[in-house]
């Protein structure tokens, strides 16, 4: 999924955060990295893995 330059600054601002418009491709670039990193996690087969709980049924840490 590709980010623009635009759709970086929509982020900022929602975010209240200032991003100079000379940072705003490689922030884009960044994103749009992620991004694919990311989709690639859907191509997982994981029909056969187990839920793994990370809390002990009892309730203690």
């Known amino acids: 999924m590709p980010v623009d330059r635009d759709t970086v600054s ?3 601002r929602l975010a209240g ?3 100079a ?3 705003l491709e490689e922030i884009a670039n960044r ?6 990193e990311l ?3 859907n191509e ?3 029909a056969n893995i187990q ?3 990370i809390f002990p049924e009892d309730g203690e840490a």
Request: proline residues 4%.
């Open 17 to 19: 955060i200032e991003i």
């Open 10 to 12: 929509e982020l900022a």
């Open 51 to 53: 839920p793994v709980t």
């Open 44 to 46: 997982l087969d994981l």
């Open 39 to 41: 989709d690639r996690l």
């Open 21 to 23: 418009d000379n940072e």
């Open 31 to 36: 994103f749009s990295s992620l991004m694919e």
